[in-house]
C-alpha cells in the first residue's frame, strides 16, 4: 500500500469500514429477495433491514478467536440485530458474500479511475493542440530522423490513452457479476432465481457459471487492464525524462520555487516525478503476474487467490488512481522549449531531409539505388566534415544533373513533411 500518497476517495473504498458495509449490503439485498419470495418471514427480513449493524473492532475481536473473517462479521451482525438474526446469511456460503461485495468495490474504484483516464484524456488534448504546429525533431534508436510536431508527440499518447480507457472499460464489465451459488457452484440452497434478482438490485449480473467463487480469469484481466494503463504511463513518463536530459532540454517537469533537485549539487532540477512513474508502473506490471497466478486453483476452489487479492487490488487501484493524477500534472504542468526544439533541429545541418532528397531524386526518373548512394555519400561527408547538408547537396554534380536550385529548396522545407499534421489530428480527435 502506499499511504502517504493515497488519494482519500480511492482509499476509503478498501477500508474495513467499506468492505463490511458492501458485505453487509449484499446480505441485506439477500434478505430483501428471500422475503419477497416466501422463503423467509417478512418480519424478520423488516426487522434485519432496521436493526442491522457492525464494529470493525468487534469483528477483529471475534475474528481473533474464530480464524474467520465472515464468521466474525455475521456473528457482529447478529449481535445487533438479535434472534431475527437466523434468517440472516440464509443459505449463503463466504464467497457468495465476498466476491459479490468485491466486485461492488471494484466497481466504486473503478468509477474513480475512469475519471482520472478521462482527465488524462483532456489534458493531452489541450496541450496537443497548443502545440499542434511546433515543430521538434523527431527520433529512431535516439537519432535525429524527420520533423514531426511536439503536438503530434501528444496526440499519438491520447491515441493510446484513449485504447486503454477502452480496454479497462471491458475489464470493468468482465467484472461486474456476482453470484450466489453455494459452496460447490450447485445453486443447492438458494436458486438461481434468487441469484438474479439479487443481483439486478445490486446493479451486477449473475455469473454465468461459478464454484464456490467467481472465477479468477476476470480479476486477472482486470489487474492486468491496469498494469497496461502503467505501461502507457511510464512510456509518457520516459518520454519526458528524455526530453529533459541537459543536452535535450525540449520539454521538463514544473521545478517549483522552493523545490530542491540535489542535497550535493544546488543547480539540479531532475524528473523526479516522471521516475516515480516508471518506477511504480513496475509494481502493477508485478501485480497482474500475480493476479494471473489466482486463477488455477484446487477443484471448485481453494483459499490461496485470497491472500494476493487482499494486496493486489487495493494496491492496484490506488496505485492506477495516483499514477494517472500524477501523469495528468505532470503534462498539464510540463514545461516546453519550442526555441531549444527550433535549436535541436538544426544540430544535423540539414540531415534529417536526407529521405525527402531521395525521393525528389527518385521523382526525377533516378533508379532508387543511385539515388540512396548520392544522399548518402553527402549526408556522410556532414557527419565526418561538417558544414551543412545542402551546401553538399548543391555541390554535388550528379544531383545537380537531376534536380535544379529551386528543387533543393523545397527539399529543405520542413512544412512539406507536415504537411498531414491537420488530417492525423482530425483522426485522433474526430
Known amino acids: 500500500m502506499i499511504p502517504r500518497y493515497t488519494r482519500p476517495r480511492m482509499g476509503k473504498i478498501w477500508e474495513d469500514q467499506n468492505k463490511y458495509q458492501r458485505w453487509l449490503d449484499v446480505e441485506l439485498a439477500v434478505v430483501e429477495t428471500l ?17 442491522a449493524s457492525f ?49 461492488l468495490q471494484v466497481a466504486d474504484a473503478s468509477a474513480v479511475i475512469l475519471e482520472d483516464l478521462q482527465r488524462l484524456l483532456d489534458v493531452l488534448k489541450a496541450r496537443a493542440y497548443e502545440f499542434k504546429t511546433t515543430v521538434i525533431v523527431g527520433r529512431t534508436h535516439g537519432i535525429h530522423a524527420e520533423p514531426t510536431t511536439f503536438g503530434l508527440k501528444l496526440a499519438l499518447l491520447h491515441d493510446e490513452v484513449k485504447r486503454q480507457q477502452g480496454r479497462f472499460k471491458e475489464a470493468v464489465e468482465t467484472m461486474r457479476v456476482g453470484k450466489l451459488s453455494g459452496a460447490v457452484g450447485t445453486f443447492a440452497h438458494l436458486s438461481a432465481d434468487v ?11 449473475a455469473a454465468p457459471a461459478s ?37 535535450v532540454r525540449e520539454a521538463e517537469e514544473f521545478f517549483s ?27 502493477l506490471r508485478g501485480n497482474a503476474i500475480a493476479a494471473m497466478e489466482d486463477v488455477a486453483l484446487w477443484h471448485e476452489r481453494d483459499i490461496s487467490h485470497s491472500s494476493v487479492e487482499r494486496i493486489i487490488f487495493p494496491d492496484s487501484t490506488i496505485l492506477a488512481d495516483y499514477l494517472l493524477d500524477r501523469t495528468a500534472t505532470l503534462i498539464e504542468k510540463l514545461v516546453v522549449y519550442p526555441d531549444r526544439m527550433k535549436e535541436n533541429l538544426e544540430l544535423s545541418h540539414g540531415l534529417i531531409y536526407s ?13 532508387r539505388e543511385d539515388a540512396y548512394q548520392w544522399v548518402q555519400r553527402n549526408a556522410m561527408r556532414v557527419w565526418d566534415e561538417g558544414g551543412t547538408f545542402k551546401e553538399k547537396v548543391l555541390s554535388d554534380p550528379d544531383i545537380r544533373k537531376a534536380l535544379k536550385s529551386t528543387d533543393i529548396e523545397k527539399v529543405f522545407e520542413s512544412s512539406r513533411l ?13
Open 211 to 247: 464454484s464456490q467463487i467467481i472465477q479468477r480469469d476476470r480479476h486477472a484481466h482486470y489487474i492486468t487492464s491496469l498494469a497496461l494503463i502503467g505501461a502507457t504511463l511510464e512510456k509518457i513518463a520516459v518520454e519526458v525524462r528524455h526530453l529533459q536530459r541537459t543536452e
Open 418 to 430: 507536415l504537411a498531414n499534421v491537420d488530417r492525423i489530428f482530425q483522426r485522433v480527435f474526430g
Open 355 to 367: 529521405g525527402e532528397l531521395l525521393l525528389a531524386l527518385v521523382e526525377k526518373n533516378v533508379t
Open 55 to 103: 464494529s470493525v473492532d468487534r469483528i477483529n475481536q471475534i475474528e481473533a478467536e474464530v480464524k474467520h473473517d465472515v464468521i466474525a462479521f455475521t456473528t457482529s451482525v447478529a449481535q445487533y440485530v438479535g434472534p431475527a438474526s437466523r434468517y440472516f446469511h440464509f443459505g449463503l456460503t463466504s464467497s457468495d458474500v465476498v466476491d459479490t461485495a468485491m466486485a
Open 35 to 51: 422475503a419477497d419470495e416466501g422463503i423467509i418471514p417478512k418480519d424478520a427480513a423488516a426487522e434485519i433491514k432496521a436493526r
Open 257 to 283: 520555487e522552493k523545490q530542491k533537485g540535489s542535497s550535493a549539487m544546488p543547480h539540479k532540477r531532475n524528473p523526479i516525478t516522471s521516475e516515480q512513474i516508471a518506477g511504480l508502473a513496475r509494481i
Open 195 to 205: 441469484e438474479e434478482k439479487v443481483m439486478r438490485k445490486l446493479n451486477l449480473r
